[in-house]
């Protein structure tokens, strides 16, 4: 049977950015987000046990790196669009990972990913030890997109 390793690490990340095409736009911010030369496999909302938070990681070009993340990209000039990420950490167990996108600002993100993330330890019965959020905004000029993430590496 083959096993898949378990990621060890992880850092939290969001940028947000202009581009000529929705896609360039969701390309430019992962660059700004410093993901941009990796391949995001998306993963959904589990923090393995005992991973070590490493904000200045460096992850390998071209990578398969396994990220949960949101984005949101408009066309609409004048909209101002949000994406957060938020990892809760439990001080004997696994933690979880939550994202979040849509149309408010970095602070209505932050307060929303941080609820959602103190519901997800409350359903699971887990005890909360903290909450690591990355948040930001951007007010569309022609095409934006923002984009948060917690990418996962071993």
Known sequence: MLMLPVPKKF?????AAEGKSKLTAFDNALLKAGIGNVNLVRVSSILPPECEYAPDMKIPYGALVPT??????????????????AV?????????IMELTGK???????????????????VRGMELKEIKVQAVDHTVETIGCAFAAAPLWY
């Open 11 to 15: 850092f939290i990340t969001a940028a």
């Open 104 to 122: 408010f600002t970095k602070e209505e993100a932050e307060a929303r990913i941080t609820r959602m993330v103190q519901e997800a330890f409350e």
């Open 68 to 85: 949960a993340y949101g984005s949101i990209v408009s066309d609409i000039p004048g909209e101002t669009i949000a994406a957060a990420i």
């Open 88 to 96: 809760g950490v439990s001080p004997d167990s696994f933690g979880v």
